[in-house]
């Protein structure tokens, strides 16, 4: 039984959810190896092949790979998958645009959102926004998985001494064409990958209270910033902040909610942050039924007065 995991990168350097999804590989049992597929993207399988439990790496390059449409990503997955009983994605916007690909062109079912890995063909997934946990077993030959990647800690970056090997890049499959990217500039730690998040909810009021409130807070810790879907659908923060089922799953070291309510939506997506830190006024707020430390308070009192002691 060999495993295959689809590496996310920027040709360059490995994305942090790589290694997640490796430790979930390395559960699964039997040899893991690595796709990067990409273009001038040496480095990254360089890196792939340095990640601790990885026997193998393939790398496939070639234009069609250089913006990473799904489409083609399917196609070069397809074009090794038969040598493997597990693939497996990050259960990231990249992984979720071609997994559901390929489970479709292998004609097996999908396993969404993993966070357990049980057995070889049994694993635990969260359903009901996180309400609650479904063990799905597996009769498929081939196992195609997104892996919740909060779920599994990282697989060291270095240590490993995996051999690289070159596979033929699939041809453009002309079904989409890449036009062009805007990519957010942020000088903050990426979301997904942060240690400590300040997030605000609706209850800020406006866009300005939101920096006024919540930036110098994140600048004392050296935090990324978050917010709710409340207050992202009412244009207090950009769309690419939303914490939540329908935003970003996260689980940071500490995890600050500033005026948050708690909705179900939003505890699926922060819930197994480490340490959680509630800021709210209604002390029936759900937000402090999952908060390791709650303030019952005022936020344009208490974060003020918290920023200006640290």
Known sequence: MTVLVIAEHDHASLKPATLNTVSAALKCGGDVHVLVAGHNAAAAAAAAAQVAGVAQVLHADGPALA???????????LSVAAAYSHILFASTPEGKNAAPRVAALLDVAQISDVTQVVSANTFERPIYAGNAMATVQSRDAQCVITVRTTGFDPAPATGG??????????????LSTFV?????????????????????GR??????????????LADKLGAAMGASRAAVDAGYAPNDWQVGQTGKIVAPQLYMACGISGAI??????KDSKVIVAINKDPEAPIFSVAD?????????????LTQAL
Do not use: C, Y
């Open 265 to 270: 939506q939003h505890l699926a997506g922060m």
């Open 203 to 216: 209850a800020l009021g406006s866009a300005d209270k939101f920096t006024e409130i919540m930036t110098p």
């Open 293 to 305: 430390f709650g303030l019952e308070a005022d936020l344009f009192e208490a974060v003020p007065a």
């Open 161 to 174: 001494t995996a051999a690289v090997s070159s596979v033929n890049a699939v041809a453009d499959s002309g």
């Open 67 to 77: 913006h990473g449409l799904a489409e083609n990503i399917t196609a070069q997955v």
């Open 180 to 200: 062009g990217s805007e990519i957010a500039k942020n000088d903050r730690p990426e979301l997904t990958s942060a240690k400590i998040i300040v997030s605000g």
